[in-house]
């Protein structure tokens, strides 16, 4: 569904991403995981065109992203939730909502789509009226991934779902994330909290400085004695 | 105790007020100013007194009534009936502001009572006016009495002969129209309709009548009027950019130039085209909305104060821009090299340079014919035609997917990218948007003023129009209506009646006492002192309501973030007990 290859981008003269290539299939949770600075977030800024790449390709179905600008990527099937959440602070629950699904124009189609996100996020429905700023943590976090699944993406970028996370709010969001993924979304999540992102995950990869050190299956990289020894803090 | 702080404060404040004026005009005497001082401070107790909510409307929106018939009321006493209905319908709006009704026949009831106490304020004004002001300041009862006769609409016709009972009339009529008004104007508002009809109706019925009372009256109201109405027109332009998306302007001014100048060049014998000023004023909106997408290319990148710097620097730019374009030795070929080879250009007085370009064609109709200067009655119901769509248009705007788009990017840019908002061309379309409108307000700015002069575009523009923005309320057109009628009201109406009022007060104490000092000097003239005066205004407003008058919901809640205490302790609280944090 989603192929990077050989991507190198940078920013000014840093030189972020030196030669990515990945791939995801439909249906998949895919994980990205590694330490602070490997260049996760960076790696999803490129596919939704923030920080497009310098050289290299990004395939989305099989069409190139890379002269995308960053704004046409959410109507091509894509949506992010970006790093730090970044919802609207002063707006409330349901207008978070709307912008979500600001690409749109079939009236009857988002309100079932919030309906749906209400499904999956009781707790945002209690708080349709609120403002955004005056959610919890986890309630951020749980509006800003809804309002990434309002326009009705077919691949959602997921980055850093856990930050600043209580463990029990934790679990629950990754929870959330395999039963957004079971409802056939597929998903890619950057995650510092390796240990979680493998549990969900269907295939991982593991960057390191701008590059791509370890792939596989999730369930074989948790059994990887490196892997557990640098970011599962595992002796 | 916070009711303590508060009388405190407003006590302070009018105590403040009286010694202002004792300062200002000695030669009144301090009885008077300790007078006028006492009468502000028990003003502003008052309003800090726990009040109903109709007193407290009807007290404030009677205040600038009763304001108005006292810097009037001398030699224009009819100006109590504009007063009157005016601060009615100030009321009627304020006490649903304050305590809103779902039931019209309550809200009626509501806004007849803080319309009737607002007209009774207007009222007596209009009494103190005739027995203690009006002698004090040299109108002796027979000069008075011919003002009132000759001011007071309907006077003639009904055919009150006797001073007293026009005086009484004029009390009667501004009272009952203020009541009247107030009621329909509380009852309009709640009704749940949308657009609400009837409510436009109620505030239209006096803004189109005015014109006609003035003329009846020959009170010359439209003078100060229509220059206060173009600054609104502005202010609203200026409130798409800065209040909905967010983008500091601190040259706007410019494009009101723009607007101003392409009207005067296309519309006057000055460089001999002379268009019809109903095709130049979409020409120079036109123009003015080019100006708005120059400025807005370059500074995508810019936000915040960076940004208005560089509009800064724009707004003193184009007046620049503008007096250098003419105005040099006539005819004379200016020569330009380009790559060595010598060019001639013929000079052309543009722009007449700083003497600007006079005249300017006035707008012409069939029936009415050429809109003359001397009556302005043409010229304010153009007015009110434009300011009218302006406000609709602007108002469908900000509920389009367009006004989405500049909210969610004054939020967050970034966040209004990832939604597939086109950042970019939401920018553009903030600083054309905004300088199309004030194309509009300087087309009609040139052909109502017939005469253009760069000097006419100051900084000092821009300033006193993000004024009124932020006075009013940031992306509220109404608040934005409100601050633009204050601060416009308060410098074209007010402030320079009240300084003649108060000369002649001073001469005429002068003369009684036999003193040699007559007038005021000029330190003492109160429209000297009026950027003084909005100064002092603007830093209470913004320490007291930084949101503005009549806030926009969200910008209430961003300066007012205790409301939110609590939700934020418990995201600190669940940060805190946070373990993958630290790791």
């Known amino acids: 569904m989603l192929q990077l290859q050989n991507v190198h981008t940078y920013y000014g003269n840093i030189h972020a991403l030196k030669g990515i290539s990945l791939e995801i299939n439909q249906g998949e949770i895919v994980t990205l995981i590694g330490s602070n600075g490997a260049g996760k977030s960076t790696t999803l800024r490129t596919i939704s065109g923030i920080t497009p790449p310098r050289t290299g390709q990004v395939l989305f179905e099989g069409k190139p992203l890379n002269s995308v600008p960053a704004h046409k990527i959410v109507s091509q099937g894509i949506s992010q939730s970006p790093e730090g959440r970044r919802i609207f602070a002063n707006l409330t629950v349901r207008e978070n909502l709307e912008m979500g699904a600001f690409t749109r124009n079939n009236k009857s189609e988002i309100a079932s789509d919030m309906d749906r996100v209400f499904e999956l996020f009781p707790r945002l429905k209690e708080r349709v009226a609120q403002r955004g700023g005056t959610l919890s943590g986890g309630e951020q976090q ?94 | 105790m916070p009711n303590t702080q508060r009388y405190v404060k407003t006590g302070g404040i009018g105590f403040a007020v009286g010694a202002f004026f004792l300062w200002n005009y000695p030669n009144l005497g301090i009885g008077a100013a300790l007078l006028g001082g006492l009468v502000i401070a028990a003003l502003c107790l008052l309003y800090s007194a726990p009040l109903p909510d109709m007193i407290k409307a009807g007290l404030i929106a009677g205040m600038f009534g009763a304001v108005m018939t006292i810097v009037y009321g001398t030699d224009k006493p009819g100006v109590a009936i504009i007063a009157g209905m005016l601060s009615g319908l100030g009321a009627g709006l304020l006490v649903f502001q304050r305590s809103p009704q779902a039931n019209p026949k309550k809200a009626a009831i509501l806004g007849a009572e803080a319309g009737a106490i607002a007209g009774a304020w207007t009222a007596l004004a209009l009494l103190l006016t005739a027995f203690v002001i009006a002698p004090a300041a040299g109108v002796d009862a027979g000069e008075f009495a011919e003002h009132l006769s000759e001011t007071v609409i309907f006077a003639d016709a009904l055919g009150l002969g006797s001073d007293i009972l026009i005086l009484l009339f004029a009390f009667a009529f501004s009272t009952l129209s203020a009541a009247i008004l107030g009621a329909a104007a509380c009852a309009a508002r709640s009704l749940p309709l949308r657009p609400n009809i009837p409510l436009l109706a109620v505030i239209a019925l006096p803004v189109l009548l005015i014109p006609l009372i003035d003329r009846a009256g020959n009170l010359l109201l439209l003078d100060a009027l229509i220059p206060i109405y173009i600054f609104i027109l502005l202010a609203l332009g200026l409130n798409i950019v800065v209040g909905y998306a967010g983008l500091l302007d601190l040259g706007y001014a410019a494009f009101f130039a723009i607007g101003a100048y392409t009207t005067a060049m296309l519309s006057s014998p000055h460089l001999g085209i002379n268009l019809s000023f109903w095709l130049v004023i979409w020409v120079a909106a036109a123009v003015a909305a080019i100006a708005g997408l120059t400025l807005g290319a370059p500074t995508l990148p810019l936000r915040g104060d960076y940004l208005a710097i560089v509009t800064l620097g724009f707004g003193e730019i184009v007046p620049i821009l503008f ?174 009646k009240g300084a003649e009022l108060f000369r002649d007060i001073a001469n005429e104490r002068a003369s009684a006492t036999g003193s040699s000092t007559v007038g005021v000097s000029a330190l003492q003239d109160l429209t000297q002192q009026r950027l003084l005066l909005f100064g002092i205004v603007l830093v209470v407003m913004m320490l007291v309501r930084p949101e503005g008058l009549l806030p926009n919901e969200r910008r209430k809640a961003e300066l007012h973030p205790d409301d939110d205490t609590i939700n934020s302790n418990s995201v600190a609280a669940e940060a805190e007990s946070d373990p993958s944090l630290a790791a």
């Open chain 2, 323 to 496: 007096r250098s374009l003419g105005g040099g030795p006539p005819s004379g070929t200016l020569t330009l090299r380009f790559f060595g080879m010598p060019i001639g250009i013929e000079q052309v007085d543009l722009t007449g340079g700083n003497k600007g370009i006079n005249p300017i064609s006035p707008p012409h109709l069939p029936f009415i014919g050429d809109f003359e200067p001397s009556n302005k009655i043409p010229w304010y119901y153009l007015l009110i035609v434009i300011m009218g769509l302006a406000i609709f248009f602007i108002n469908r705007l900000r509920d389009s997917r367009q006004g989405r788009a500049w909210m969610a990017m004054r939020e967050d840019e970034l966040a209004a990218d990832a939604m597939g908002i086109n950042v970019v061309r939401t920018k553009l379309l903030a600083f054309s948007m905004g300088a199309m409108f004030s194309g509009f307000g300087g087309a009609f700015y040139g052909a109502f003023i017939g005469a253009i002069f760069p000097s006419s575009f100051d900084f000092s523009v821009s300033i006193i129009l993000l004024c009124m923005v932020i006075l009013g309320g940031l992306g509220n057109m109404t608040g934005v209506i409100i601050g633009g009628l204050l601060i416009q009201g308060a410098d074209k109406m007010f402030i320079p």
């Open chain 1, 142 to 235: 749980m509006l800003a991934i809804g309002r990434a699944l309002m326009s009705r993406p077919r691949l959602l970028l997921l980055d850093e779902p856990s930050m600043g996370l209580a463990p029990v709010l934790v679990d629950l969001i990754f929870e959330i994330i395999q039963n957004i993924n079971s409802q056939g979304t597929t998903i890619l999540v950057v995650e510092q909290n390796a240990l979680m992102a493998l549990g969900i995950a269907h295939r991982a990869y593991v960057l390191q400085t701008g590059a791509i050190v370890k792939a596989g299956d999730a369930a074989t990289l948790r059994e990887d004695e490196d892997v557990q020894k640098a970011y599962l803090g595992m002796e």
